[in-house]
Nanobody
């Protein structure tokens, strides 16, 4: 079993930055891919970024050039660096391991 705990959300002004963290514990060696999703009020959950065990990354078009997903294997942690934040980035952000294990989510609010 894999357990995931997200942190780093909060309130930020448009144009600001936040870094989300997702700490994994348990059977981490079985994980192939880690990803971040987000869900805004009244909208479906959306894949934001994914990183494979080999380090390959992919992003939804709306965050390309602004968000960066990375992983620190020594700390069993995946990060989502979010720059140039926009109000439309406001959502609950969820971390997932292999799209089957999920964290509890962390709220990101972009507002002036």
């Amino acid at each position: 079993q894999v357990q995931l705990v997200e942190s780093g959300g909060g309130l930020v002004q448009p144009g600001g930055s936040l870094r989300l963290s997702c700490a994994a514990s348990g059977d981490i060696f079985s994980i192939n891919a880690m990803a971040w999703y987000r869900q805004a009020p009244g909208k479906q959950r959306e894949l934001v970024a994914v990183i494979t065990s080999a380090g390959s990354t992919n992003y939804v078009d709306s965050v390309k050039g602004r968000f960066t997903i990375s992983r620190d294997n020594a700390k069993n942690t995946v990060y989502l660096q979010m720059n140039s934040l926009k109000p439309e980035d406001t959502a609950v952000y969820y971390c997932t391991a292999d799209f089957t294990k999920w964290g509890q989510g962390t709220q990101v609010t972009v507002s002036s």
